[in-house]
Every structure is written in structure tokens, then in C-alpha cells.
């Protein structure tokens, strides 16, 4: 009778065990049944170990952004088409593509006759002003001897008067009119960069900014005839310009002057700083979007024309709750969090999320600030929550 009794407890309790899951060190095994959409830990379970804890903060974050693509170009004040002052045969090229050069320093030199002809003008612009010279010391003598008659009553006072009126005065203007053109002839060989009197000079083509050399496109020998020509590239890149097209519905958040936060391909996770130059005065009727340029300093070179990033302008900040990334789950069409109301004890909790900014989400509802939430280990709490 004993072991009949014995026997009916046992088969009772393990009619009591059927159809539910013992999990090592999950306290499911509880009188009251478990709630749904919890998870019970011991203080003891290795689990426990595996799940990182943080409390939702609260965050100054962006509530007016802009956001817009962007590349890196040129600052167009600064870039410089070197052409040829007189055509010529290209005697050497002193420079190669991707060359820093500093002001004046020499690019190349050509071999022109215009050179020649501007040294040949310069010393008949000398030797007529030697001339005009001349003449007006001759004319002076003539003056001196016929006032020297006059005063002597061997001319007449009428003669006298004529040379003074007349002779002088042309022979003044001869002299002016000569330094003149000598005075111009020598600014023609400053322009080239010649010596006054020297033939057979080569022309020095310096470089009218400090930069680097972005384009180049002439090789010694060559015979160039055109003036008009670009020859070279040289850009000063110590700023440079960030050019980007900000949709017309948040061109009234961009103003000349403001500061921009720019981010960019090449340097990833890294953010500069520049301020907006210059907003365009038209809309692209294709692309409905406004071009915007932010000049960015550039000490070291880092920046490139062509790279590509972004600019981030913000308007105005709020204080917002915030969830680390990993703590958010997505189960099916709802997004959750594990709450942890007691030690061990987490309770899944239905949240309303805002835009990432970060490695932090924005809360709308579903936790406030204060609340304890696991950030590592949410998988495994959702493996093991209790469902309804």
C-alpha cells in the first residue's frame, strides 16, 4: 500500500512537469506560473555574466540638421593658368605635375625673338633719348649765341623771340616724347624678365602664386605660338572648398558665415570644420537643390580636390533620450528593449525610436531616462523570454 502511494506522487509530479522547458539557472521553475514577456535570472546563473547593463541617458542632440553630400574642390581665388608671355621655342620644363613651387619661382624658359625685339627696341628707345637730347642742348646753344647778337644789336629782337617761342619747346617735347618710349621698352623687359641691353636672353616663366602644381601640359622643344594657351595648373590648396547641393526645403537653415561639420570618404571617422563661403542665388531646376560652399582649411594637405563626403549643419540641439544601438531588438514588426526592473529580472519593453546619431538611438516612448537596459546579451534574453 505503501509503495502504491509512493508511486501516485511521483507519476503526479511528473504530470505536473509536462510541457514545460527547464533552462539551467533560469528560475521558470517558480510555483507562480512566469509572466509573459519576462526573463528570471538567479543571482548564481552564468548567464547573468554574459548580459551588460546601462541606464537610458538623455543626450543634446540635433532637432534642425542639415545633411548633403559633398566634394572637395580647388579654392577658385587661388588657381592660377599659367600662359606664355611671347611665343617661343620651350627650352626646359623645371617642374612636374604635383609639384609644390613657391611664388616666382621659375617654371620654365622659352627661347622667342619677341625677346629680341624687345631688347633691340629698348636700346633704340635709348639711343633716340640720346638724340631728343642732343638736339635740345643744340637748341639751347642756338638760344644762348643769338641772345649773345641780340644783346649785341647783330640780331633782331623779333629773330630772338621766334627761337625762344618755337625751337625750344620742340626740342623739349623730342626729349620727353624719347623717355617716353624708352621708359616703356624697359617696363616690356621687366614683363619678360630680361636685362636691359642683354640679347639673346632667355624668358623665365615664374609662378605668380605658391601651390602645387595640378595640371601640366607642355614638354621641352616645343614651339608655341599661342599666348592664350594654359600651359600649367597651379593651385593653392591651404583652403579648400567643400561643395555641396542642400535641398531648397532646408536652404533657410544655411547662412554665409555659419559653421559646418564635414566628414569626409578618406577619413573615416573623423569631422573637420568649415564655414559657408557662398550659397548659390538659383535652385537646379533638375535636382530642385541649392549649391553650397564651405571653405575649409587645409595646413597639413590632407584634402584633395575631387574627395567626396559630407556637410552636417545644425540649426538647433535638445536634450533627448537616448539607447545605445545594441540594445535595440527587432522582433518581428515591433522593436523592443530588456528592461531590467530587479536584479535578474528583465521585462521586454516596446519602444518608439527616432533617427540614430551615432552609436545612440532617440526615444520617443516606451523608457525614460533612469531606466536599467541591457545593451550586450539582449539576443540571449530574447531567446529565453517567456511568451503568452
Not at 510555483?31 to 555574466?49: E, H, I, K, N, Y
Not at 647783330?154 to 626729349?175: D, I, M, N, Q, S
Amino acid at each position: 500500500m505503501k509503495r502504491l502511494l509512493i508511486a501516485g506522487v511521483a507519476v503526479a509530479v511528473c504530470a505536473g512537469c509536462e510541457g514545460r522547458r527547464v533552462v539551467p539557472g533560469v528560475e521558470a521553475m517558480a510555483a507562480a506560473p512566469a509572466v509573459p514577456g519576462t526573463v528570471t535570472l538567479s543571482a548564481d546563473s552564468p548567464m547573468l555574466t554574459q548580459i551588460t547593463r546601462a541606464m537610458v541617458g538623455v543626450a543634446d542632440l540635433p532637432t534642425d540638421e542639415v545633411i548633403a553630400p559633398g566634394k572637395i574642390d580647388a579654392n577658385p581665388n587661388r588657381i592660377a593658368k599659367v600662359v606664355l608671355p611671347v611665343s617661343g621655342r620651350v627650352i626646359s620644363v623645371l617642374v612636374k605635375t604635383g609639384d609644390a613651387v613657391a611664388k616666382d619661382q621659375p617654371l620654365l624658359t622659352i627661347r622667342s625673338p619677341d625677346a629680341d625685339a624687345a631688347t633691340s627696341t629698348f636700346l633704340s628707345a635709348q639711343a633716340s633719348v640720346t638724340q631728343a637730347q642732343a638736339g635740345l642742348v643744340k637748341v639751347q646753344a642756338d638760344f644762348d649765341r643769338s641772345s649773345d647778337l641780340y644783346a649785341h644789336n647783330a640780331v633782331a629782337k623779333k629773330r630772338r623771340r621766334l627761337e625762344r617761342k618755337c625751337a625750344w619747346p620742340r626740342g623739349k617735347a623730342a626729349v620727353d616724347q624719347a623717355n617716353a618710349a624708352l621708359e616703356q621698352a624697359r617696363r616690356r623687359l621687366a614683363g619678360l624678365g630680361l636685362t636691359p641691353g642683354d640679347l639673346q636672353q632667355d624668358v623665365v616663366v615664374r609662378s605668380p602664386l605658391a601651390g602645387k602644381v595640378l595640371e601640366l601640359s607642355i614638354v621641352p622643344g616645343e614651339f608655341r605660338n599661342d599666348t592664350s594657351a594654359s600651359l600649367m595648373t597651379i593651385a593653392d590648396l591651404s583652403t579648400v572648398w567643400v561643395t555641396s547641393h542642400v535641398p531648397e526645403t532646408y536652404i533657410r537653415f544655411v547662412q554665409v558665415g555659419e559653421r559646418v561639420e564635414i566628414t569626409l570618404v578618406a577619413y573615416p571617422g573623423e569631422t573637420f570644420v568649415g564655414r559657408v563661403s557662398r550659397i548659390a542665388d538659383t535652385v537646379d531646376p533638375q535636382t530642385r537643390a541649392v549649391r553650397v560652399q564651405a571653405e575649409m582649411d587645409n595646413p597639413r594637405g590632407r584634402f584633395r580636390p575631387e574627395m567626396y563626403g559630407s556637410i552636417h549643419h545644425v540649426q538647433s540641439t535638445a536634450s533627448i533620450p537616448v539607447v545605445p544601438a545594441a540594445a535595440v531588438v527587432q522582433d518581428g514588426d515591433r522593436t523592443v528593449v530588456f528592461v531590467e526592473d530587479a536584479p535578474g529580472h528583465f521585462t521586454e519593453r516596446q519602444v518608439s525610436l527616432g533617427k540614430p546619431a551615432g552609436g545612440v538611438v532617440r526615444v520617443q516612448s516606451g523608457v525614460v531616462p533612469g531606466n536599467t537596459i541591457a545593451v550586450d546579451g539582449v539576443m540571449l534574453l530574447k531567446g529565453l523570454v517567456t511568451r503568452s
